[in-house]
């Protein structure tokens, strides 16, 4: 059976599921009828003009506020899906025409249990009392903005594309405004979004979605305007719920120019270099809206230098470990420029650009156009002189497009091209999605990649999730990669498989119960065969995971591994021969809520691992002395004793990080890491002055400390000193 051929009986056989799965009439465990929520298609905010900008001191004292109707009808989405909230709270909306206004009251019957801890900016926001702004400003229930503010103001924002979300997109910083004030009665909150920070329909009085939820942390609830209920899985994210904002008009839109230039001073000293190294350097990105619908990002002489450091990860796996993307300039529409398998089969990985040749200077192209959500980037690094050879500077260009065609059906492709004067790599691809059901999905993709070295290789996948009622899900998956599949700017783990998997889960919740929240018992399983057809390994695992209304939780999973190695191969440098090799092991987490001053967690394995044994174990402790420092040690460990030569061994990673904060404006990171594979203590530390809006002072050390022992006793023990400063400033026009 050829690639394509298998790829089609997947794809087949996937839509006999999705075709034959009935919808259930009655949802299991429903719990007493209670009132019902107005959905938010049939609601609508009126943002009200006024002449004169508030004052966004946290105070809600300007008279127009007092004049504006209210929002006020939250619903609970947890812990009872509909119920009405047990505080208070009322939204008011106005607008001017440079900036959109919001004015809260959130009332609290206990001002002082109001759990405040986080000041870092982009920090852990969700483990305060908080609020959340969804704006869809396209209106095309599918993407929005979030804006994420607790009760001193602190912000946090993201991006949802496709009406998903994942870590990264928390990354990208908005430029707004916003204070907050505790009160007798609860907490105030103003917050002022400039419409230049915001991409819009260009139209005299444009309509967006808009969805708000308060998160009230000591009672674990959580409330929503417009109620979206348990049914649709991604909560927040399912922009096609949002309610529509309407009112506004003669708003700024069109040009508008950011001009962010930066520049570097400090000294580097690395262990195989007996000099040190000045680093001193400028340059610039530039920001300017084509349309008020399209924005195109220049950059020239690229710097990361504020970039904090990697976890330590041990790889005890047969293939390349994956490390998000954390640098500023890629971040902004992310979500846009995936394709494929996050962290499994990527064709475009951002972190492929500039990490070893320096990026000289490039630009990308954000947007709208018509009913196409459209990304473009290109961008040239220099060659690089490693001592022993020249590696060559490469033009790094990728094309993404993704559209509506129908509702809740959205088809894209993708085009990427890696280009040297070695030679070029090109990947090209297709994909789709249908959402139904609420939460289901139908999705699939496929890639070609063409390369001048090695020729031509594909990949695709097809997989689907039905979620008829909130209670369970069942769902399978099919995926080809061709052995050779290699795309220049993306990710793939793992080539030259065939791979079918399945899952189904059941997810009750405990609406009436006063101490249990929720359960998740799942079965994945999946089978990987070589494009030969021969089997390469299979999957089970039985995930359970029990939630309280505390906010802990406790997770057991049994999993069972089969796999086959055609050759030899090596864990942590030890060989394992070529043969079949079937383990299981089981596994427990313990978890408590990270809101509460002294939060921890804990977990253990036990098991085989490739005909051996494997104990795992380790756990986090979390301490907020106040907002103002956050200790967060933690350890792990494995003992692991192989059917090979030296096949015992162990690994042990250990990491403290400290959050410290000042203010809102002036706070600080640090990571040390310690494992004993490298044996090596690591550190980082980071310094952020936000000087002005959207404008920074960073200030970074980083060091790497040989503690192993030494070849040569003459040999020096640091791996690296590294001092930083860099200054950024934000102007806008």
């Known amino acids: 059976m050829t690639t394509k051929t298998k790829w089609r009986s997947g794809a087949r056989t996937l839509l006999l599921i999705a075709v034959a799965t009935p919808a259930p009439a009655v949802l299991y465990g429903q719990s007493m009828p209670r009132p019902l929520a107005p959905t938010g298609a049939a609601l609508t905010a009126i943002a009200a003009p006024v002449d004169q900008a508030p004052r966004i001191d946290g105070v809600l004292d300007e008279a127009f506020w007092e004049t504006i109707p209210p929002i006020t009808d939250f619903r609970q989405r947890v812990p009872v899906d509909g119920d009405f909230p047990t505080e208070r709270t009322e939204v008011r909306i106005a607008f001017d025409s440079d900036a959109i206004y919001f004015g809260f009251r959130l009332f609290d019957s206990h001002p002082d249990l109001i759990r405040r801890s986080i000041l870092q900016r982009e920090g852990r926001i969700d483990e305060d009392d908080h609020i959340w702004i969804g704006l869809d400003t396209y209106h095309d229930g599918r993407n929005a903005y979030i804006f994420e503010l607790n009760s001193f103001g602190t912000q946090g924002d993201a991006l949802i594309t496709d009406e998903s979300m994942t870590l990264s997109d928390w990354n990208w910083e908005g430029v707004y405004r916003s204070e907050a004030r505790i009160t007798d009665e609860g907490w105030t909150l103003e ?238 691809g297709a994909d789709a999605q249908v959402r139904f059901w609420g939460s289901s999905t139908f999705e699939g993709w496929l890639a070609n990649v063409d390369d001048s070295g090695t020729g031509s290789s594909s990949a695709g996948s097809v997989k689907i999730d039905v979620r008829p009622q909130r209670w369970y899900s069942v769902g399978g998956g099919f995926q080809s990669i061709d052995a050779g599949f290699n795309p220049g700017l993306g990710f793939v783990r793992r080539t030259d498989m065939v791979k079918y998997s399945g899952s189904a889960a059941w997810t009750p919740r405990f609406e009436s119960s006063p101490w249990a929240r929720s359960l998740v018992a799942a079965l ?94 380790g756990g986090s402790l979390k301490w907020k002395t106040g907002p103002y420092l956050t200790l967060t040690p933690a350890v792990s460990r494995n003992d692991i004793d192989l059917p090979v030569p030296d096949g015992r061994f162990s690994t042990t990673v250990t990491s403290l990080n400290v959050l410290g904060a000042v203010s809102r404006d002036l706070f600080a990171n640090a990571l040390v890491q310690w494992d004993d594979v490298s044996k090596s203590l690591q550190a980082n530390i980071r310094i952020d002055w936000i000087h002005t809006p959207g404008s920074d002072l960073f200030v970074v050390f980083n060091t790497g400390y040989q503690t192993g022992v030494l070849l040569d006793p003459r040999d020096t023990r640091w791996l690296q000193r590294t001092g930083v400063v860099k200054l950024t400033y934000l102007k806008a026009f």
């Open 524 to 617: 994945l399983v999946d089978r990987v065969d070589g494009q030969d057809g021969v089997q390469q390994g299979s999957s089970q695992l039985m995930h359970n995971m029990f939630s309280l209304e505390s906010g802990d939780f406790v997770m057991l999973n049994v999993r069972r591994r089969f796999e086959r190695l055609a050759a030899d191969d090596f864990i942590q440098g030890r060989a394992l021969p070529a043969g079949d090799y079937e383990f299981s092991s089981v596994d427990a987490i313990v978890s408590t809520n990270t809101s509460r001053t002294v939060s921890g967690r804990a977990n253990v394995t036990l098991g085989n691992f490739w005909n051996g044994t494997r104990t795992t174990y």
């Open 191 to 428: 917050v002022a979004i400039p419409f230049t920070t915001i991409r819009f329909e260009d139209a005299e009085s444009p309509e967006m979605g808009i969805a708000i939820r308060r998160a009230i942390r000591r009672k674990n609830e959580e409330v929503f305007w417009p109620h979206i209920p348990q049914r649709y899985r991604a909560g927040f994210n399912q922009v096609s719920q949002y309610a529509t904002l309407s009112g506004l008009q003669d708003v700024r839109k069109g040009r508008y120019m950011e001009l962010k230039p930066f520049a570097i001073l400090g000294a580097q000293k690395l262990s195989e270099n007996s000099d040190t190294d000045v680093l001193d350097d400028i340059g610039v990105d530039f920001k300017y809206a084509i349309t008020s619908n399209l924005t195109a990002d220049l950059t020239w002489n690229t710097d990361f230098a504020q970039v904090e450091s990697d976890n330590v990860q041990v790889n005890l796996t047969r293939f390349s470990l994956f490390f998000p993307e954390k640098r500023e300039f890629f971040l902004e529409r992310a979500g846009l420029f995936s394709f494929g398998e996050s962290r499994q089969t990527e064709i475009f990985f951002s972190r492929r650009i500039g990490l070893t040749n320096e990026i000289r200077g490039g630009g990308r192209m954000t947007g709208q156009v018509g009913p196409l959500s459209v990304g473009a980037l290109s961008l040239q690094t220099g060659d690089l002189d490693t001592g022993t050879e020249i590696l060559p500077g490469s033009n790094n260009s990728v094309l993404r497009f993704r559209g509506e065609v129908f509702p809740r059906t959205t088809v894209g492709g993708m085009f990427t091209n890696l280009q040297n004067g070695n030679g070029h790599n090109r990947a090209f």
